[in-house]
């Protein structure tokens, strides 16, 4: 099992960037596909992109080219850049893990989870 926890939350104003972190203990790290994952009240968790134990990534469409992640796999962190932040992109972020080699953009097939952090964009 692994326990996530993410932090690099906070406010911004639209067009600025943030930095979120996932910092992964209690197994081995590489061993674990890595997602991102936002929700908004009311609403189903979204995907927003995802890193291989590759480190090959896809993200949804709504954040291509503006959102980034990559992975250490020394440090057991996974990171999230998202630059150009648009109001639409407040939510709350989560991390999500799976081990071996899930190709998958659903929430649900994830089975571990950080707490999440909050994201908020000001226009």
């Known amino acids: 099992q692994v326990q996530l926890v993410e932090s690099g939350g906070g406010l911004v104003q639209a067009g600025g960037s943030l930095r979120l972190s996932c910092v992964a203990s209690?197994?081995?790290?590489?061993?674990?596909?890595m997602a991102w994952f936002r929700q908004t009240p009311g609403k189903e968790r979204e995907f927003v992109g995802r890193i291989s134990r590759g480190s090959n990534t896809i993200y949804a469409d709504s954040v291509n080219g503006r959102f980034t992640i990559s992975r250490d796999n020394a440090k057991s962190t996974v990171y999230l850049q998202m630059n150009s932040l648009k109001p639409e992109d407040t939510a709350v972020y989560y991390c999500?893990?799976?081990?071996?080699?899930?190709?998958?953009?659903?929430?649900?097939?994830?089975?571990?989870w950080g707490q999440g952090t909050q994201v908020t964009v000001s226009s």
């Open positions: 209690g197994r081995t790290f590489s061993d674990y596909v």
């Open positions: 999500a893990a799976q081990m071996g080699f899930t190709t998958s953009t659903r929430w649900r097939e994830y089975p571990y």
